[in-house]
Structures are given as structure tokens and as C-alpha cells.
């Protein structure tokens, strides 16, 4: 499948919390998804077991804690966190030079990375096994 086929089908995609079916994502689950359909390394998935908002962040925050992640430069495949990631509330995957993310309210949006005001964002590689 095509970068372009990629970011087309996703945007497809409706905005549910936890979300992880294709059709119908989180921001998490959108990163997940485009990993799996681009062939670039899957991180983990922390968030299939919590139950609400609150408890969600606390182990996102946890998970990002790892020694698996490598901060970067935003650049093909990596993931951005918002607004750090210690901190994160948010996240999107760089794609064609782009960022593709989701959101309650609007659903997937692909962003160039020139229109995106990186000061709000930490990016990383997940280098897991």
C-alpha cells in the first residue's frame, strides 16, 4: 500500500476513545494502525486495559517513561507527543512529511509538518523488540 493510500484510508477513520479498529481510532490507536500498515516498527499498546481519561494518561505517561523510546528530530515514522512526552495528552505519527493525527470533534487530519508549531510537540522512535 502506497504512503498516499495509507493517509488516504485512515482519514477515513471516526474518532472513538480507546478506538483501535481500523474504522474507528484514538490518537494512540491511529499511531498503531499506520505503523502496521507502513511496515515500520509497532510500539506496545498500555492503553487496552485502562478504564477512563485520568487513568489512561498515568499509564501512557508510564509506558513513555521506557528506555525503548528514542527522542529525534521529527522525520518519517516517528511519533510526535503532545504536548511532551512526559507530559502527553496527545499523539500523531510523521507521514510524508506530515503529521497525521485524530481527535474527538474532527477525526484524522494530515498536517505538513511547516503548519504545525513544533514547540508543541516531542517526537520519538519506539526502538523496542
Known amino acids: 500500500m502506497s504512503t498516499a493510500a495509507v493517509i488516504h484510508a485512515l482519514q477515513g ?3 472513538v476513545p480507546v478506538g483501535r479498529n481500523p474504522d474507528a481510532l484514538d490518537c494512540w490507536g491511529l499511531v498503531l494502525e499506520a505503523c502496521r500498515r507502513m511496515g515500520w516498527p509497532v ?36 511519533i510526535g ?4 512526552m512526559g ?7 510523521v507521514i510524508a512529511g506530515g503529521l497525521l ?6 477525526g484524522v487530519r494530515w ?16 526502538a523496542g523488540s
Open 43 to 78: 510500539p506496545p499498546d498500555p492503553m487496552e486495559a485502562a478504564a477512563g481519561p485520568r487513568a489512561r494518561a498515568a499509564i501512557f505517561a508510564r509506558h513513555l517513561d521506557g528506555s525503548e523510546w528514542q527522542r529525534c528530530a521529527p522525520g518519517e515514522g516517528s
Open 13 to 15: 477513520a471516526a474518532y
Open 111 to 126: 498536517t505538513p509538518l511547516a503548519e504545525i508549531n513544533l514547540a508543541d510537540w516531542e517526537f520519538a522512535r519506539w
Open 101 to 106: 493525527d485524530t481527535a474527538e470533534g474532527r
Open 81 to 84: 507527543f503532545s504536548p511532551s
Open 87 to 93: 507530559r502527553a495528552l496527545h499523539a500523531g505519527i
